[in-house]
């Protein structure tokens, strides 16, 4: 899918349904491809996780797309504007925290966004009381920043990006050193900008915040994007658990084997823990049910589980691992 990029940064023009668009996006440092042919496509008003380990290439990605360096190939736009020949257009409304959030310590909360508001368009100044409240920092907003906890730096820091009413909010890591409240308050935070129709591009590692936050994911390991695309999509092409609990598991194990359904078959302490293959219908598991009971065990409880985006990440860089 290809979607229109502007090529003169007249708004009205601006029609991508992308909020970021890249084709053969690439960054080496030295051999060290970190980041590698990246084809992403963020849809326009969702929350998208951009996952993978440490050292995967999240950061360099985000650094690239705001133009804080440069990439050695490829193309991108954001919100529609190709950049960099339309960075400026673009990065007007665009929001970001890159790395951790930096701030000087010696201000208030409200004296380091009057500095970042300074630097953009009348309105910005307008918009700091709005955004302190937004991010429920209007209380602390005149404690100096050097008192704050990682997870307040990490609220400034988006009061910080609402300063220009971004269509595009991108956040590098906004989970990294909070406790588990901050994380909520964060998670909360990022769904009711996404509400407002904003989209939030945000990097993790953290696969459960991922799954709990983003509508959408792009899984990325060594610089390169493994899979992409809405979460319940991507699920539905994992392999389903099935616990069985029964009688007799051992034959109940035989039966299930000498059919076609493709099942792997382990016997448990309850019973048996089925692994289907993905895309497998529900009317399979009445088949198990059927095949087992008229060969008279009796059956307990059949059991399907919901595979996590972490199972799935793990299926899907152990298939990797398979190939390499
Ligand atoms: N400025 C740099 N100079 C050389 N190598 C770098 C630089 N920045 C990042 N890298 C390398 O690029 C890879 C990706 O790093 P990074 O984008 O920070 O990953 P992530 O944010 O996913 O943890 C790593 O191997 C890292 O060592
Ligand atoms: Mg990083």
Not at 87 to 93: E, I, N
Not at 203 to 210: C, G, I, K, N, P
Not at 261 to 284: H, K, S, Y
């Amino acid at each position: 899918m290809s979607a229109l990029v502007v090529d003169d940064a007249d708004d009205s023009a601006v029609a991508s349904r992308w909020a970021v668009e890249t084709h053969g996006l690439t960054k080496r440092f030295g051999d060290n491809v970190a980041v590698g042919g990246v084809e992403l496509l963020v849809p326009r008003g969702c929350a998208f996780g951009y996952l993978g380990p440490n050292g995967a290439g999240k950061t360099t990605l985000i650094r690239v797309l705001l133009g804080l360096t440069h990439a050695d190939a490829g193309t991108m736009s954001l919100l529609g504007y190709a950049v960099p020949k339309h960075r400026d257009v673009a990065l007007a409304r665009v929001g970001a925290i890159v790395d951790e959030p930096r701030f000087h310590g010696h201000l208030t909360g409200r004296q380091n966004l009057q500095i970042l508001a300074a630097a953009r368009e009348p309105a910005a100044r307008e918009r700091i009381g709005p955004a302190l409240e937004r991010v429920g920092m209007a209380h602390r907003a005149d404690d100096r920043v050097a008192k704050y906890s990682m997870g307040m730096r990490q609220r400034l820091g988006v009061a910080a990006c609402l300063l220009g009413d971004p269509q595009l909010l991108i956040l590098d890591e906004p989970m990294n050193g909070l406790d588990p409240a901050g994380m909520h308050e964060m998670r909360d935070m990022i769904l009711s900008l996404v509400a407002e129709g904003r989209t939030v591009v945000l990097s993790s590692h953290l696969l459960d915040e991922v799954e709990r936050t983003c509508d959408a994911v792009a899984i990325v390991d060594q610089g390169r994007i493994i899979r992409q695309g809405p979460i319940l999509e991507l699920l539905a092409g994992a392999s389903l658990d099935l616990q069985v609990e029964c009688s007799q598991p051992d034959q109940a194990r035989a039966l299930i084997e000498r059919t076609n359904i493709g099942a792997q078959v382990e016997v448990g302490p309850t019973g048996l823990d089925l692994t289907l293959p993905a895309g497998t219908a529900r009317e399979v598991i009445a088949e198990i049910n059927r095949v087992l009971v008229e060969s008279g065990i009796r059956v307990y409880r059949l059991q399907p589980i919901q595979a996590s985006l972490e199972s799935w990440f793990l299926q899907v860089t152990s298939r990797l691992g398979d190939t390499q």
